[in-house]
């Protein structure tokens, strides 16, 4: 079936509306009736080719939430009706080490990404800015009933990308968490750490959204552009998580860590992270990155997310406002998350 959505065609060109065929729904697949799509940094490295070539046209979106359409005979999960998501992965081998252990997103034959990426039957994938889409069963999950849809969206990506590495290094009661970046994954981060009982520290560039930050849960709140900051607070935390979308200056930010203290890096900046190993050393600490979460992961944090009442903090906006929203994002002008009504994809 052809549906509307909206396309970069060519590398760092504006999106402009198109259609995008869908393949039939087969035995286990689920046709989803988009009603929300975020807008994810990660979208705008890719269609600026910050991360490389990819295909074009390209349709991006991976915080996608809508209500199932249709399903394969196979399918037995999801019925016609029930209110769904997808997130960053749409499929993988299900055979490997990793995917044999619910990290299909670390699979060693590549995951099938949601737009960009040559799925099993050898086409391109096109993601969630678009009226429908149909994915393999095993990679849509059940949003709670209590979670509002359009704010539910942006966990698809930002929600569980920062849940993983927060759940994996132990934030909770008695350990100090720094969040750097107060963009969609950071005020995401900060809610999640501060329901897992965290001492939440935001770190932002400036003043600007220490309000913000302090609403979000966060307990302390310091801006990055003081270079006092980071004499203030060095060696202070256990867990720092960078979700900056930019070049940072890691080596300032592990002076900030204790002994053992870790950096989870989950920021997808084009260049590399130039580390100075002695201040890595100097305080045994470890330097870690994380690549959004498996199924069963994502399954999780939703239900920890309706039993916390956390949702993202939104822009609903029409798809005809998608140039625009790109230009604010680069600007860190959201709070915090654009989502892209579907209803708009005409
Ligand atoms: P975002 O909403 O644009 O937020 C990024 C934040 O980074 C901004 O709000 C800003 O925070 C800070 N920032 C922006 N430009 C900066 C600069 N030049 N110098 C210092 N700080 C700057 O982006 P996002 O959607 O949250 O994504 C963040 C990053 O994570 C992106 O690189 C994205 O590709 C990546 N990502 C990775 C994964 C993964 O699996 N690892 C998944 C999703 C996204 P302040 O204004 O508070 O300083
Ligand atoms: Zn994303």
């Not at 080490?97 to 997103?105: F, R, S």
């Not at 913000?212 to 720092?240: E, I, K, N, Q, V």
């Not at 239900?303 to 604010?328: K, V």
Request: glycine share 12%; net charge negative; aromatic share 6%.
């Amino acid at each position: 079936m052809r549906v509307n959505a909206y396309a970069a065609p060519a590398e760092g060109l504006p999106l402009v509306p198109t259609t995008v065929e869908r393949r039939p729904v087969g035995p286990t697949d689920v046709l989803v009736a988009v009603e929300y799509s975020g807008i994810c940094h990660s979208d705008l490295h890719t269609v600026r080719g910050e991360w490389g070539p990819r295909p074009y046209p390209l349709v991006p979106g991976h915080e996608i939430v809508g209500t199932v359409a249709e399903v394969g005979a196979r399918v037995t999960a999801h019925r016609v009706g029930d209110r769904v998501g997808v997130g960053c992965l749409v499929n993988s081998c299900g055979q490997c080490a990793p995917c044999a252990g619910g990290d299909q997103q670390y699979c060693t034959a590549g995951p099938v990404f949601t737009y960009g990426s040559t799925d099993v039957d050898g086409s391109t994938t096109q993601g969630g800015y678009a009226t429908h889409l149909v994915v393999d069963a095993g990679f849509v999950l059940s949003v709670p009933a209590g979670l509002d849809p359009a704010a539910a969206a942006p966990l698809l990506c930002a929600g569980i990308t920062t849940y993983a590495p927060l759940r994996r290094w132990g934030a909770g009661p008695g350990r100090r968490v720094a969040v750097v970046g107060l963009g969609g994954l950071g005020h995401l981060a900060v809610k999640i750490a501060h329901a897992l009982g965290a001492e939440v520290t935001a770190l932002s560039r400036s003043p600007k959204k220490e309000e913000d930050a302090r609403r979000l849960g966060a307990d302390h709140f310091s801006a990055t552009a003081d270079p006092a900051t980071f004499s203030t607070l060095a060696g202070r935390f256990d867990l720092l998580l960078n979700t900056v979308s930019a070049d940072l200056d890691i080596n300032a930010h592990l002076g900030l860590l204790t002994l053992d203290g870790v950096l989870a890096n989950v920021g997808a900046a084009p260049g590399p992270l130039l580390v100075d190993g002695h201040r890595l050393g100097s305080g045994r600490r470890v330097l870690t990155g994380s690549m959004i979460g498996g199924v069963a992961e994502t399954r999780e944090m939703l239900e920890f997310c309706a039993a916390h009442g956390i949702t993202a903090d939104i822009e609903l906006i029409p798809a005809a406002s998608i140039n625009t929203a790109y230009e604010r994002v680069l600007a860190a002008d959201v709070r915090h998350r654009f989502v892209i009504d579907a209803a708009t994809f005409v």
